[in-house]
């Protein structure tokens, strides 16, 4: 027979079980392939350049453990996701866009950092990357994954030669227009 203080316990154990199970969280971060994992930091956008490249995109789950994911990759802008690759992947499809939707895997109870998946993008000058999607948690539930911004194409910098170039030829025709003296 349960005495009262027992169901008290019970119940706070219960609520104890909920709370832990709502605090578990996923960052995501992406990395140029072959860097080091830790080369850049998780919620934060990668700056590249128009003419893109290979990029490995991790997840970490804390404080426990996930059993499938499902995400979508999504191009503002003028991009292209190509060369998806992942162990235990599911493709998934492109998307008009240029990005890439559906792409999904199990990960068997697998915590902490983990590579997703591999792939390869490039875009225009202010194009973005964006990653979103959801995973089973560990109490197989689907819990989202934070919506952020991977991927940021920035301009490529005209360099100070070229404009200390453009500037002594623009020098040389005016003197080269210039009436000559006498």
Do not use: H
Not at 124 to 143: H, K, P, Q, R
Request: include cysteine.
């Amino acid at each position: 027979m349960k005495t009262p203080s027992m169901i008290k316990y019970t119940a706070a154990a219960c609520l104890l079980s909920l709370s832990a199970a709502s605090t578990q969280a996923a960052t995501v971060w992406l990395v140029e392939s072959g860097a080091a994992s830790n080369s850049n930091s998780p919620g934060t956008t990668l700056e590249i350049l128009p003419e893109g490249g290979s990029y490995d995109l991790y997840v970490n789950f804390t404080p426990d453990t996930a059993y499938g994911w499902d995400v979508d990759l999504t191009v503002t802008g003028t991009g292209l996701v190509s060369n998806v690759t992942g162990d235990n992947l599911d493709i998934g499809a492109p998307m008009p866009n240029g990005g890439w939707g559906q792409i999904g895997g199990d990960i068997f109870g697998e915590g902490g950092e983990i590579l997703l998946f591999s792939f390869d993008f490039s875009g225009t000058a202010g194009s973005t990357l964006t990653f979103s999607g959801s995973y089973t948690d560990d109490s197989f539930s689907d819990a989202p994954f934070p919506t952020l911004d991977i991927v940021s194409v920035s301009e490529v910098p005209l360099p100070a030669s070229g404009w200390l170039l453009a500037s002594a030829l623009g020098a040389l025709l005016a003197r080269r227009r210039s009436p000559k003296r006498s």
